[in-house]
């Protein structure tokens, strides 16, 4: 339900409404609720309904009550009644639905405390808004690094200022209790705003916030999921999903809320199922389940010596065989029943379904990896080379050193003559 400021350009581009979330039709933001009775005309001498649905930054949304009697509509951006001063909102739901929604959530619409809407915004306090939201960026950080050096075990996701500027909620997931007077000091002298510190969960950390989900569409939380229930790994027991924390985990680190979607419709087909712990007896041995897939209604059983070899059953086939052992009837064996037997290898470990070994395959192109080869032959004939003449230049240094000594041993001998005949006497 995209606005018309949103549609695409003459360039084919998308145009997009720059307003980030503000647009004025209220078709681009989270949570967004359909009014299907703007269409209808109240009967006659009915009087609308006094209180209307503000949306502010993100998911957060308030129930006031237009004492004004202000002609408000889907879309309007209002100033309303906040603790100390006024706050910048846009109107999401109006008329009889507002009604509806306030008996959901559980608000009486009947109590004389509710806040009320002043008036329309107007230009002077769009701009002093959008300038607050400017800078919730910045002192996001900058509270971040406030909290790091103070050591703050707590992670500050989100900064919310008040519309008229005065008052900033600084919105933190931590584990345990965390004592932030300090923190609280240093950002009020910093920023010169009054501060508050609010703790949120995970999952409504990831909900005010958003995201893509591993689906490849937007968080269900951050668009039109409002209610959190418990999501338990029983769910993806049912649903025969590997126990994987990584998979069934989403961007809050909790268990994906999409779990309980197609749980119901999984325990109404598991009902005409035997049970997980079904044994049946036959008089081979005691066959246990070891599989079941409830789409193809079958059923895989092994016996508790051959835990390798599995039997396929179709789903008649065992409630016949519970049947027979229930009035102390054996059956023969499985392979009467089974439609197909399967051997399982229970040496095999590991199973390459890819067929290729090495996740890293595509991280270098492939005439590097021909250029590293190449380079690899060539520094490996070099050394050869390089050896060779070594050893050549060796064999010549050892001959010319073998030449060296002979020459030095004939010089020795010759003077050895010559000495002893000088010895000599001349009379002699």
Request: glycine share 8%.
């Amino acid at each position: 339900m995209g606005c018309s400021s949103c549609s695409t350009g003459t360039d084919g581009q998308p145009r997009g409404c720059k307003n980030n979330g503000t647009c004025g039709t209220d078709g681009c933001n989270k949570l967004t609720v359909f009014d299907w009775l703007s269409n209808m005309s109240l009967p006659s001498g009915e009087k609308p309904f006094d209180c209307v649905e503000v949306r502010f930054k993100n998911s957060r949304k308030e129930f006031f009550r237009n004492s004004e009697n202000l002609s408000l509509s889907i879309g309007d951006i209002v100033a309303t009644q906040a603790q100390s001063g006024h706050d910048i909102g846009m109107v999401t739901l109006s008329g009889e639905l507002v009604k509806v929604q306030m008996k959901r959530k559980k608000v009486d619409f009947k109590e004389e405390t509710l806040p009320k809407v002043y008036r329309k915004a107007s230009q002077k306090d769009i701009d002093k808004w959008q300038k607050c939201r400017n800078r919730e960026e910045e002192i996001k950080k900058r509270a971040r690094e406030m909290a790091i050096l103070l050591k703050l075990q707590m992670k500050i996701s989100d900064v919310e200022f008040q519309g008229d500027g005065s008052k900033a909620t600084f919105y933190y997931t931590a584990e345990d209790r965390v004592d932030f007077r300090q923190l609280i000091k240093d950002m009020a002298k910093a920023f010169s705003i009054r501060i508050e510190m609010r703790q949120i969960g995970y999952r409504q950390e990831a909900q005010r916030l958003g995201g893509i989900g591993s689906c490849g569409r937007e968080l269900c939380c951050s668009t039109w999921l409002s209610d959190f229930r418990s999501v338990s790994t029983s769910a993806a027991r049912y649903q025969q999903l590997s126990l994987n924390p990584q998979k069934l985990a989403g961007q809050c680190g909790k268990l994906k809320c999409c779990l309980n979607y197609e749980l119901d419709t999984y325990l109404e087909a598991l009902k005409d199922f035997p049970s997980q712990d079904t044994k049946l007896f036959t008089e081979k041995g005691i066959a246990f389940c070891q599989k079941t897939d409830i789409f193809k209604a079958t059923l895989w059983f092994s016996y508790k010596d051959d835990p390798a070899n599995w039997h396929t059953l179709s789903k008649e086939q065992v409630q016949e065989i519970v049947a027979k052992n229930k009035k102390k009837e054996k059956v023969a064996s499985l392979e009467e029943y089974a439609v197909d037997n399967i051997v399982i290898d229970e040496k095999v470990v590991f199973e390459n379904v890819v067929g290729q070994d090495s996740l890293t395959r595509f991280d270098r192109p492939k005439h590097s990896r021909n250029k590293s080869k190449n380079k690899n032959r060539n520094r490996n004939r070099n050394r050869n080379q390089k050896g060779g003449q070594n050893k050549k230049n060796t064999q010549g240094n050892r001959g010319k050193q073998g030449n060296k000594s002979g020459q030095g041993k004939k010089r020795n001998q010759k003077n050895s003559r010559n000495n002893a005949k000088n010895r000599q006497p001349k009379n002699a």
